[in-house]
């Protein structure tokens, strides 16, 4: 069962850019659909929104609210990296990645989960 770390969260101003990297423990995301979620504050009741997927084959799907200013890639077999540019205050959340056998929208369909990393978009 492949275990997913996130990294690379942090404090940033608007307009600036963080990159964050989800690395597999036990495994590789070879075999896996990989996806990023967020958690705002104060939505910790709802399900959380999703950022951006990539299918094994590499398909990227994007929320239109970051799209044009994300990026998803595979950088090798055991990493998934987000590249965030021109970052928003309402980008504020808890980013997490998921792992699914096939690409999807919402938490159910990715079975596996990281612990997430804290983004801060400072005005």
């Known amino acids: 069962q492949v275990q997913l770390v996130e990294s690379g969260g942090g404090l940033v101003q608007a307009g600036g850019s963080l990159r964050l990297s989800c690395a597999a423990s036990?495994?590789?995301?070879?075999?896996?659909?990989m996806g990023w979620f967020r958690q705002a504050p104060g939505k910790e009741r709802e399900e959380p929104e999703f950022?951006?997927?990539?299918?094994?084959?590499?398909?990227t799907y994007y929320a239109d609210s970051v799209k044009g200013r994300f990026i998803i890639s595979r950088v090798n077999a055991k990493t998934v990296d987000l590249q965030m540019n021109s970052l928003k205050p309402e980008d504020t959340a808890i980013y997490y990645c998921?792992?699914?056998?096939?690409?999807?929208?919402?938490?159910?369909?990715?079975?596996?989960w990281g612990q997430g990393t804290q983004v801060t978009v400072s005005s």
């Open positions: 036990g495994g590789t995301f070879g075999g896996y659909a």
């Open positions: 998921a792992a699914g056998l096939q690409i999807g929208f919402t938490r159910p369909e990715y079975p596996y």
């Open positions: 950022v951006a997927g990539i299918t094994r084959t590499g398909d």
